[in-house]
């Protein structure tokens, strides 16, 4: 079981940038990747991004690319995901999520550990 704890969130305002980080402890050696996920209010939980332990190949989903930048410090056993220009519909609660899958890893159904989320709020 892998354990995950972010941190970052936070108030900004439209325009800003902030970077979230997400620690990993526990069997962090049988991880494939890990990902950050947000779920807005009254919305799913939806894909941002996802690293791979190895190799650091990074994918975004289409709507963040550009803007959200996701790296990895192996040595950390930490991921952080560095956003850009954040707008009103950035708010959200962000999650780290990690998994031992080979597949899947722009859905929520393709990772085994999840972080508890951190909130960031953007204002107009």
């Known amino acids: 079981q892998v354990q995950l704890e972010e941190s970052g969130g936070g108030l900004v305002q439209t325009g800003d940038s902030l970077r979230l980080s997400c620690e990993a402890s526990g069997r962090t050696f049988s991880g494939k990747a890990m990902a950050w996920f947000r779920q807005g209010p009254g919305k799913e939980r939806e894909f941002l991004s996802a690293?791979?332990?190895?190799?650091?190949?990074?994918y975004y989903a289409d709507h963040v690319k550009g803007r959200f930048t996701i790296s990895v410090n192996s040595a950390k056993n930490t991921v952080y995901l560095q956003m850009m220009n954040l707008k009103p519909e950035d708010t959200a609660v962000y999650y780290c999520?990690?998994?031992?899958?080979?597949?899947?890893?722009?859905?929520?159904?393709?990772?085994?550990?999840w972080g508890q989320g951190t909130q960031v709020t953007v204002s107009s």
């Open positions: 999520a990690s998994t031992t899958q080979r597949t899947g890893w722009s859905t929520v159904g393709g990772y085994d550990s």
């Open positions: 690293i791979a332990w190895s190799f650091s190949t990074a």
